[in-house]
Nanobody, 116 residues
Framework: VQLQASGGGSVQAGGSLRLSCVASGIVSSINVMGWYRQVPGNQRELVAAMGSNGNTNYADSVKGRFTISRDKSTVYLLMTSLKPEDTAIYYC?????????????WGQGTQVTVSS
């Protein structure tokens, strides 16, 4: 499986961006796709994730501002009311399961910069 992310960029505080990530290859019917972000010197943190069953999980810091959605093997992250502290490299992620095996995939990062 390969993950191809797009949609990063630079915006002013209060602006919006939408990230997209397309999964190609063999995708299990049981999976979770999501977005993580990382600031240099800090650990990578979960931003939002959505399972193939539709369940979602958001970091407290983005609740009410970010919305994750999916269309088959594509996951989107709509980011609104962006703040300077949202500045980070955003990584697309997929967990999938086949039998007893768990597989984890990462896309390339996409930079999001929010200026005040």
């Amino acid at each position: 499986v390969q993950l191809q992310a797009s949609g990063g960029g630079s915006v002013q505080a209060g602006g919006s961006l939408r990230l997209s990530c397309v999964a190609s290859g063999i995708v299990s019917s049981i999976n979770v796709m999501g977005w993580y972000r990382q600031v240099p010197g800090n650990q990578r943190e979960l931003v939002a994730a959505m399972g193939s069953n539709g369940n979602t999980n958001y970091a407290d810091s983005v609740k009410g501002r970010f919305t994750i959605s999916r269309d088959k093997s594509t996951v989107y992250l709509l980011m609104t009311s962006l703040k300077p502290e949202d500045t980070a490299i955003y990584y697309c992620n997929m967990f999938q399961w086949s039998g007893r095996n768990e597989y984890v995939y990462w896309g390339q990062g996409t930079q999001v910069t929010v200026s005040s």
